[in-house]
Each structure stands twice: as structure tokens, then as C-alpha cells.
């Protein structure tokens, strides 16, 4: 088994930042990609940054500039720093991690999401 914990998510207001926090434990081998999805109310979800194993990143147009992930290895951690926040960036906040299991196995694992708003 696989889990996937997030934490830091708030209220904030307009112009404010927060950090999200996801860390991973179970039985890995080897964490591939890891990422930040998020679902407003009555969208659907979308990518909002991910990062590979050797550290290449990628962002939605709608963050670039504003949001930074980054990972720990030793702590089997991905981060998401979140400067200038926007009202629209109000949403729930799901980790994603790519996963190798000791056995060979590979799949997406998710975490159970965290909850941002933002306020005007």
C-alpha cells in the first residue's frame, strides 16, 4: 500500500502565499513523477505542476511565475509554494505520485486533497 498525505492548506487572502506539503510512505521502490492537481467547484481537475524524478518541472499557464514545486528525496516529500494566490486559485489540492512498488508493479497513486481558499 501507498499513501499519500497532504497538508497545508488555508485560508488566505488575495496577494497572500501558502506552502502544500505531500509526503509519501508505504511499500515503494521508487517515486517517479510527482505533482499538484486541484478541482475547483463544477470543473474538472486539472494539472497544476508536476516534477520528474531528475527535477523537470512543469506548470499550468494559470500559475507559472506564481507557483514553485520542489521535492525532497530523503524525505519522500513534493512541495508546492504558492506566491501572489488569486481568488481563482480557490480549490482542492491533490497530490499525485507516480510509484514503483518493490514488486515491479507501477502506477498513480493519490492523496485525499486539501482544501485552499482564497479570498478577495
Known amino acids: 500500500q501507498v499513501q499519500l498525505v497532504e497538508s497545508g492548506g488555508g485560508l488566505v487572502q488575495a496577494g497572500g502565499s501558502l506552502r502544500l506539503s505531500c509526503a509519501a510512505s508505504g511499500t515503494i521502490f521508487s517515486l517517479n513523477a510527482m505533482g499538484w492537481h486541484r478541482q475547483a467547484p463544477g470543473k474538472e481537475r486539472e494539472l497544476v505542476a508536476v516534477i520528474t524524478r531528475g527535477g523537470t518541472t512543469n506548470y499550468a499557464d494559470s500559475v507559472k511565475g506564481r507557483f514553485t514545486i520542489s521535492r525532497d528525496f530523503a524525505k519522500r516529500t513534493v512541495y508546492l509554494h504558492m506566491n501572489v494566490l488569486e481568488p481563482e486559485d480557490t480549490a482542492i489540492y491533490y497530490c499525485?505520485?507516480?510509484?514503483?512498488?518493490?514488486?515491479?508493479?507501477?502506477?498513480?497513486?493519490w492523496g485525499q486533497g486539501t482544501q485552499v481558499t482564497v479570498s478577495s
Open positions: 499525485k505520485a507516480d510509484v514503483t512498488t518493490p514488486w515491479g508493479r507501477r502506477g498513480d497513486f
